[in-house]
Nanobody, 116 residues
């Protein structure tokens, strides 16, 4: 089992930045991968960024060059640095972890609002 707790969401103006955090209840090095998804009401949950156990990263095309996923192994925390935010980035951002058996775990999500 893995419990995930997100933080860092909020209201930001277009062009602004936010950093999201996802704290895991166990060592993230024991996990196969961790990632961030986002979801708007009535829309599919979209993969935003992922970081694997070996440190490889991947991003949705819509956020490449603007978002960066990283981790702090000592704090069992994964971050999503979001720069140059656009109104279309507004959504609930949800942390995901996949364990060594590829079982998935989800956080509760944190709201990101991009508006002037």
């Amino acid at each position: 089992q893995v419990q995930l707790e997100e933080s860092g969401g909020g209201l930001v103006q277009p062009g602004g930045s936010l950093r999201l955090s996802c704290a895991a209840s166990r060592s993230i090095l024991s996990l196969n991968a961790m990632g961030w998804y986002r979801q708007d009401p009535g829309k599919w949950r979209e993969l935003v960024a992922v970081i694997t156990r070996d440190g490889s990263t991947d991003y949705a095309d819509s956020v490449k060059g603007r978002f960066t996923i990283s981790r702090d192994n000592a704090k069992n925390t994964v971050y999503l640095q979001m720069n140059s935010l656009k109104p279309e980035d507004a959504a609930v951002y949800i942390c995901n972890a996949r364990d060594e058996r590829l079982r998935g775990y989800w956080g509760q999500g944190t709201q990101v609002t991009v508006s002037s």
